[in-house]
């Protein structure tokens, strides 16, 4: 990873359990993991998640529904 990211973990509904804010490349090798069980993972740009509003709890299936 050569830029920021957040890390935005979603459960089987598409349930945000947990996002990790600004993960800057020079953090490796450190293991981020979600706080509850998830089973998908989005990684976008640093900041996508604040700029959305996405937070823990928000549900995200619309969003697939349409892709």
């Not at 993972?41 to 900041?47: D, K, M, Q, R």
Request: charged letters at 25%.
């Amino acid at each position: 990873m050569n830029f920021p990211i957040d890390v935005i973990w979603l459960d089987e509904n598409y349930r945000v359990v947990d996002i990790a804010h600004n993960v800057r490349p020079d953090s490796f090798p450190e293991i981020f993991e979600p706080r509850a069980p998830a089973l998908y993972i989005l990684e976008v740009n640093a900041g996508f998640a604040r700029r959305n509003g996405i937070e823990t709890g928000d549900d995200l299936k619309s969003i697939f529904d349409n892709i």
